[in-house]
């Protein structure tokens, strides 16, 4: 597998505080990657330093390509959809709008109206509620909504910060669910961060846990869970 | 005792030493210029006098007024009318305009509490607007749209003795104008810097900071922003009292928009919350526009037939560019420009390079 | 009866004036948070070109869109040019940036076009159609009929394009927005650039009203600004409301209470301001804003 995304040493920070200090890790084409770590480990300024959110140095590749320089807008229209943490919802507009922003940077008709059949497949919920005002979500399908609005980027890698924030069990498992399925049906990579190890390690097949800014240890999802001590000692379950 | 006072003397920051220069040049002024432009510099003063208030508004307690000029209306017709219609002595008026128009800014800053900065400067500004044509409606008081004209008071005796013993010249109306001026601005100007230095001036810039975090640390934000208001009417008042006595004729078309527009460009260009910003501001803010009109008809490559319109046009083009200007590359106005510019060569002194900031390249900021 | 009608007509044409630069205020407000102090002054720089195209011959229906192009881009230069480098800045900085803009372009104005007065041409008769015994001008009807074909048109543009789905999103939710690839920055230029045009109409339908020269919009922008807050400074239907309440109120003011007539209409405005301002900050059609700490 060729690897899609690489950080290689990035060091960021917000103003004179550095989050970062020397990140380095790999998302294969279509794998499923996981960034895990306790809070403040610096696991959203790692995502946030991909889409150029953040100052940074050392190097980031995409497709090959280095990202450095690059501003937010054009670093998202080469196939990175980010959920940020919080989904990012434009609650001023309606479902169907925010839908049709994140397809606003497609020309490619046919496909797109593929795509939407799929994301009201995998969300039905969305469809029913096409026309009301965001605002009126729940939190579980706020964050179905800013899933299905990052698919129809037609993304080739996913940033998910925290989709489980704030949602019950069940509908954490739905979403996990789909997540699962965009990931394989789709071939779309996934870089995945999240505060509840278990999950994340269920998803994803690789996984870098952060400390402070570097990365502590990385392995195979199955071997991480399987690890006793890297278990108690950084994934606290 | 006099050695006390020397030692004093000795021991204060060069600050002082500054202030006592500005000081004896300006009283020493009309000695050297001739009494058209002492009246010219007197104006300047007045100017200054007003921008100070307004500096205490918006550089302390962070409230943008664009309406000033209204309340320089009010004082001077306060004083215009007082000395007109019941013959006081024009002098005594003064004092009674800036109370007067600064409780009025107190009442004025309760309701201005509870808009949001950027309302506060529409309804100032739609204010600024409406002023002249408020003015005209009150005919019996105002004189309408013809104005009042005053009368401007000779010296009195002692004054033009001691003049006359100082310069061995007698003292025109216009140089008495112009001392009464320069000692209501000095007052002011030792009042605000007394009261900024201290408690006040420290929980206005706090408010300015971050009024939850203000209010949280015991000041009485409602209360400092309302004084603030009062406060800087009545400085506002002061000056436009002094105006009419300068001018010697006040209508409604003296206080027009871009009145209270000089005097935010005086605030900027001379540098919010500064003590002598103002003063810098005025003078920068008051000539401009003068010695444009006298620079304009001097140059022969201005053809005649444009040159009342590029006159005209001038201060306003300056003035809008001054304010942008400014406030994208220099924040902090003349004084900020000054003070950056000292501790920088302060720096180059030490030998203290700016350390380089490391690459930090990538789109735009989210913090 | 007849007499309020007519000043009830009369008043909505001014509204519909009064409405456009009230709805280029909010494009602009809703964009990035500010009062643009210079909507009036570029609304007249605007009235000038159309003034010189069509001095030069070119025909009203011509020269007025070709204005409203000239001005779209004049207002996207302004943005990139100035606004852009304090596009972070406190609201107070920039407040004082628009002001300065205003007092540049008046200047400007001034320079170029001169402070005597002109007469503009109204494209509209000034004859009158009578409609149920109401007399009523062709150049009220016009300028009722040109303010609302414009606010339809941006309407419709914010409403059902993309173009406008993407401006609306990068005004409220810039972050979010960046990260589905919007062009925040240009939006907020784009945003510029259609007040310009809309502010604009307001400036060439009241030119033939009331002379044209450098400060001829100073009383339409206290209406502007009236229109706006009691709209709901964010609500491009409440600018609309507003304005035509507005043009209404202050027409008949002027008529029919004494004390007003014709010089305090602008004091009325003002009254309008502060009423709103203090008893609901939020206007009419305005969402009730939280302060964030």
Known sequence: MTALLELEGVHAGYGPTSVLHGVSLTVPEGGAVSLLGANGAGKTTTLRAITGGVHWS????????????????????????????GRGICTELTVDENLRLGAHMRRDGAELRKDYDRVFAYFPVLKERRHLSASTLSGGEQQM???????????????????????????????????????????????????????ALDLSSHAYVLEVGRVAVEGDSDELKGNESVRRSYLGY | MSSVLRQRIRNAPPRYALVAIVVL??????????????????????????????????????????????????????????????????????PIAGVLTGGIGFLFGIP??????????????????????????????????????????????????????????????????????????????WLAWNLLRFRPGRAMRAIRDGEVAA???????????????GISAFYAGIAGSLFGLATGFISPDTFPVSLSIQLLVGVVVGGLASIPGPLLGAIFAYFLPIESNQWVPSQSWIPSQIASTVEKAGPAVSYGVILIVIMIFARNGI????????RMLQRRLRGAGDRETGQMPSGPQTV | MQEFLQLVVSGL???????????????????????????????????????????????????????????????????????????????????????????????????????????????????????????????????IGVSGVVLLLVYLLLQHTTVGLT????????????????????????????????????????????????????????????AAVLGGIESPLGAVVGGLIVGVTVNLAGVYVPFVGGDLQLAVGLAIIVAVLIIRPNGLFGRASVRRV
């Open chain 2, 215 to 229: 209010a949280a640390s015991g000041i009485n934000v409602a209360g400092y922003k309302t004084l603030a208001f």
């Open chain 2, 112 to 189: 201005a509490l509870r808009l949001s900065a950027l309302y506060l400067a529409l309804a100032t500004f739609a204010l600024a607007v409406v002023t002249p044509s408020l003015i005209k409606r009150p005919k019996e008081w105002t004189g309408g749209p013809q104005g009042l004209l005053l009368v401007q008071p000779d010296p009195p005796q002692p004054a033009k003795d001691a003049f006359a013993a100082i310069t061995g010249t007698a003292m025109t109306t216009d140089q008495w104008i112009y001392y009464i001026t320069l000692f209501c601005a000095l007052l002011l100007f």
């Open chain 1, 58 to 85: 050392g190097d980031i590749r995409f497709g090959g390509r280095s990202l450095r320089r690059m501003h937010t807008e054009d670093i998202v229209s080469r196939g990175i959809a980010h959920v940020p943490e």
């Open chain 3, 167 to 226: 401006m609306r999103a990068a005004a409220h939710h810039p972050e979010a927005s960046r990260l589905l690839g919007v062009h925040v920055s240009w939006m907020l230029a784009l945003g510029w650039g259609l007040a310009a045009a809309v502010g604009a109409v307001s400036g060439i339908m009241v030119a033939p009203v009331l002379l044209l020269e450098p400060n001829m919009m100073q009383a339409i922008i206290i209406y502007a600004f009236a």
């Open chain 1, 145 to 199: 909504l800013a899933l299905a609005r990052a698919l129809l980027m037609k993304p080739r890698l996913m940033l998910l910060d925290e989709p489980s924030l704030g949602l019950a069990p069940m509908v954490v498992r739905a979403i996990f669910e789909i997540i699962r399925t965009i990931n394989r049906e789709s071939k779309v990579a996934v870089l995945l961060v999240e505060q509840s190890a278990r999950i």
């Open chain 2, 25 to 94: 040049l300006l009283a020493g002024l009309p000695t050297v210029i001739s009494s058209f432009l002492t009246s010219e510099w007197a104006q300047a003063l007045i100017l200054a006098i007003a921008i100070m208030g307004l500096n205490i508004l918006v550089g302390y307690s962070g409230q943008l007024s664009l309406g000033h000029g209204a309340f320089m209306a009010l004082g001077a017709y306060i004083s215009a009318i007082l000395a007109h219609k019941y013959k006081m002595d024009y002098l005594v008026t003064i």
């Open chain 3, 13 to 143: 044409a001014a509204g519909g004036i009064f409405a456009s630069l009230a709805l280029a205020l909010v494009l602009i407000y809703n964009a990035m948070g500010l009062v643009n102090f210079a909507q009036g002054e570029m609304a007249m720089f605007a009235t000038f070109i159309a003034y010189a195209l069509i001095s030069r011959g070119m025909s009203f229906w011509i020269a007025f869109p070709v204005t409203l192009v000239l001005a779209f881009g004049g207002g996207i230069a302004i943005q990139r040019i100035v606004i852009r480098p304090v596009e972070r800045a406190p609201v107070l900085t920039l407040v004082i940036i628009t002001l300065g803009l205003a007092t540049l372009v008046n200047g400007v104005a001034g320079f170029l076009f001169g402070y005597v007065p002109r007469p503009f041409e109204s494209p509209f008769s000034s004859d009158t159609v009578g409609v149920l015994g109401v007399f009523i001008s062709y150049r009220d009807l016009g300028v």
């Open chain 2, 335 to 342: 004084v900020g420009l000054v003070e950056s510019g000292y």
